[in-house]
């Protein structure tokens, strides 16, 4: 299973555009990119997944370059409620190879 | 139904004691996880039920025993436990699996049980 490497920590102003970038050098063929939003005491909630160039919903903006080695989370215009801790996972759709490992994640503490 | 339901939200036990949580869901995912999470920490897998059946156990103690009596329940039993199994414990399902290459829309998780052993 493609292991994960992102910064531990960003810092960012209310209304900026966050950019989020994770590693994954050892991605298979069939696996999907998918990142995850955790508020303190909950469970992480789904944001977007993708599996190659872009994908864009209502909260984000996925970006995933050609050789799908890493993949950049967009948040445009962030406020304080994105203060959250951000995970990307990358695994296939069988439950033998599902994406099931977090790595550290991304803390974005997002300031006034 | 879009959502995981666990139960309790807290729980504080004994070392001696013997109790169980509770994850439930109506979505018809055939994959029910089970994870722990410390403080600061990511979550780490603990089981996995694949069409109610036990597929993945990461090394957990003998102390934590889940159980999985249909497709929409999954239980996890507590017994004897020590106070570094205080911890928020997450239950997730998914799809069992849409054949190599489909997409899905990953985990959909609770919100947890925190449990603190005294």
């Known amino acids: 299973l493609a292991k994960t490497t992102q910064p531990i920590s960003m810092d960012s102003y209310e209304g900026q555009e966050v950019n989020i970038t994770c590693s994954h050098n050892?991605?298979?063929?069939?696996?999907?990119i998918t990142w995850y939003q955790q508020f303190p005491s909950q469970g992480p909630r789904f944001i977007i997944q993708?599996?190659?160039t872009k994908v864009t919903n209502e909260v984000a903006s996925l970006f995933i370059p050609a050789d799908r080695k890493s993949s950049t989370l967009s948040l445009p215009r962030v406020s304080l409620s994105d203060t959250a801790v951000y995970y990307c996972?990358?695994?296939?759709?069988?439950?033998?190879?599902?994406?099931?490992?977090f790595g550290s994640g991304t803390r974005l503490q997002v300031q006034p | 139904d879009t959502e995981v339901t666990q139960t309790p939200k807290h729980l504080v036990m004994g070392m001696t004691n013997k109790k169980s949580l509770k994850c439930e869901q109506h979505?018809?995912?055939?994959?029910m996880y089970w994870y722990k999470q410390k403080a600061k920490k990511p979550p780490e897998l603990m089981f996995v039920?694949?069409?109610?059946?036990?597929?993945i156990n990461e090394s957990v103690p003998s102390r934590f025993s889940p159980e999985c009596p249909n497709s929409s329940l999954l239980n996890l039993h507590l017994h004897a436990l020590q106070p570094e199994d205080s911890a928020l414990y997450l239950c997730?399902?998914?799809?069992?699996?849409?054949?190599?290459?489909?997409?899905?829309?990953?985990?959909?998780f609770g919100s947890g049980t925190r449990l603190t052993v005294v």
């Open positions: 997730a399902s998914s799809q069992a699996g849409s054949g190599q290459g489909m997409r899905d829309y990953g985990y959909t």
């Open positions: 050892n991605i298979a063929t069939n696996d999907y």
């Open positions: 993708g599996y190659k």
């Open positions: 996972l990358v695994g296939g759709t069988d439950t033998g190879r599902r994406a099931l490992t």
């Open positions: 979505m018809g995912h055939r994959a």
């Open positions: 039920y694949s069409y109610e059946k036990l597929s």
